[in-house]
DNA sequence: GCGGTTTCTGACCGGCCGTTTAGTAATGCC
DNA sequence: GGCATTACTAAACGGCCGGTCAGAAACCGC
């Protein structure tokens, strides 16, 4: 044998270069920052990676892999409930309470740990958003990110077709305002040394789109003024725009 | 006198600087890419213009001097709004109306100059949110966020304070739905050759809100059994979050 | 056409930084 | 301790590109 490696410098290397990413965006990271931070030599930097961008790269695909797993799962959760509930038709208040109790719970369920992915790699997350533009990973997350508006706009229409939800409101506005909301909740992420707390969060957020959304009672048609026996189960008020 | 200047040589320029800057950021920008697609020399730059970070700086600053203006001007119809539209205590429900409509027109009216003036300078949007990660940029556009959504934040304030929202909403989560919405719609304009319909936008994205965001009817207090006279003015169902 | 003036060119400089490599230090084995 | 082997260093290389400047070109008034 001979001497050993220090055996933690690779993964020293990656935290620090992480830091500095966020920092400074791949290209103006400098590679002697890094390895100065671990107090190696510019040179040790390649004894453990092809490159710079090589790095970035080995955390691109680890933060892209966990995100299609997360994605594949909560597809085939969605594809696999509404198969299985079929068309909604019933007209039996607990059946389908329980139903969207169960839609409910694996959405939060996912939500949560989407959102503990994001944590964990919101500094790699960070620079994928600003810093990048013009690199291989130009668009990397927003392309993930269209792709999860996508879905909760399909997710948006199957519920039109059901009832559950009105359908006045166009599905991709619905899916902009939810996934805008978790960009800005990205965002936020880098600047804070706490994890926040994403459970209320995603109540919050749920609630407010959830109760946005749900169905108004039909307007009265003058074209058919026969009187209705039973009152609508639900009533709004017509809201005005105000923010 | 002596040999004239090429009079748009300098809007030349900024045109194809803003596309150069769109497509590789500002540190990957070339200055001899922009002015070889003015048919100009890498020199001539230097005659119209300090630096690259120069002209992009007059970029940021002709939109931050434009963001400004409409947010005082907002701000201003707003507080006037409350200050002389008074603590809405009113029963009287026409009257009430008014108010929410001149309210919502003059939000309306805001949002879609704002709008406009992001379609315009998209491109600088685009670069201010992708490609300034450690240059003087960086956070810009980030902090013009941030100071909306506070702006959004305590308009709903104050409408919860007088009862026209509900107030189990927490109104940052309202702004943050409602900015993020912005955010993806100024990432898309981006890719957008055609100016899209923002007015049926704006619409939907408020009715949406705004309808999320009305009071729900007061729940049955179990300590005050007493029978209601009147039915409540809106009623709801629970809605599960199912997105 | 000519002189004077301003515009514009393009070769050049210089710094920065990613990457390489020749050399040195540490370590294990005998 | 000596040797083989591997880890690591630091200096040097080289490409890239922002910025400069000496000179060429264009233009005007005459």
């Given at each position: 044998?001979a001497r050993?490696?220090?055996?933690?410098a690779?993964?020293?290397?990656?935290?620090?270069?992480?830091?500095?990413?966020?920092e400074?965006?791949i290209?103006?990271?400098r590679?002697?920052?890094?390895?100065?931070?671990?107090?190696l030599?510019?040179?040790?930097?390649?004894?453990?990676?092809?490159?710079?961008e090589?790095?970035?790269t080995?955390?691109?695909?680890?933060?892209?892999?966990?995100?299609?797993?997360?994605?594949?799962?909560?597809?085939?959760?969605?594809?696999?409930f509404?198969?299985?509930?079929?068309?909604?038709?019933?007209?039996?208040?607990?059946?389908?309470?329980?139903?969207?109790a169960?839609?409910?719970?694996f959405?939060?369920?996912?939500?949560?740990?989407?959102?503990?992915?994001?944590?964990?790699?919101r500094?790699?997350?960070?620079?994928?958003?600003n810093?990048?533009?013009g690199?291989?990973?130009?668009?990397?997350?927003?392309?993930?990110i269209?792709?999860?508006?996508?879905?909760?706009?399909?997710?948006?229409?199957?519920?039109?077709?059901?009832?559950v939800?009105?359908?006045?409101?166009?599905?991709?506005?619905?899916a902009?305002?939810?996934?805008?909301?978790?960009?800005?909740?990205m965002?936020?992420?880098?600047?804070?040394?706490e994890?926040p707390?994403?459970?209320?969060?995603?109540?919050?957020?749920?609630?407010?789109?959830g109760e946005?959304?749900?169905?108004?009672a039909?307007?009265?048609?003058?074209?058919?003024?026969?009187?209705?026996?039973?009152?609508?189960?639900?009533?709004?008020?017509?809201?005005?725009?105000v923010?």
């Open positions: 044998m050993p490696a220090d055996p933690n690779r993964s020293a290397l990656v935290a620090a270069a992480r830091a500095q990413f966020r400074h965006g290209q103006r990271a590679i002697e920052d890094i390895t100065a931070a671990c107090g030599s510019k040179g040790a930097f390649y004894l453990h990676f092809e490159s710079k090589a790095l970035f080995e955390l691109v695909l680890q933060f892209e892999r966990q995100l299609d797993a997360l994605f594949a799962r909560r597809t085939a959760a969605e594809n696999a509404f198969s299985r509930s079929g068309p909604f038709r019933s007209r039996d208040f607990a059946d389908r309470s329980a139903r969207l169960e839609l409910e719970a959405q939060n369920e996912h939500d949560l740990e989407t959102l503990e992915l994001m944590w964990e790699l500094d790699v997350i960070h620079v994928l958003i810093g990048c533009q690199t291989a990973f130009d668009g990397v997350i927003w392309h993930a269209d792709r999860e508006k996508q879905r909760v706009a399909e997710a948006a229409d199957r519920l039109k077709k059901f009832g939800i009105r359908d006045d409101v166009p599905s991709d506005v619905v902009m305002m939810l996934m805008g909301a978790w960009v800005l909740t965002r936020q992420m880098v600047s804070q040394r994890k707390d994403f459970a209320t969060m995603v109540t919050h957020l749920n609630k407010l789109i946005g959304l749900s169905p108004v039909e307007p009265r048609r003058s074209s058919k003024p026969a009187a209705r026996k039973s009152a609508p189960v639900a009533r709004r008020v017509r809201r005005a725009a923010l």
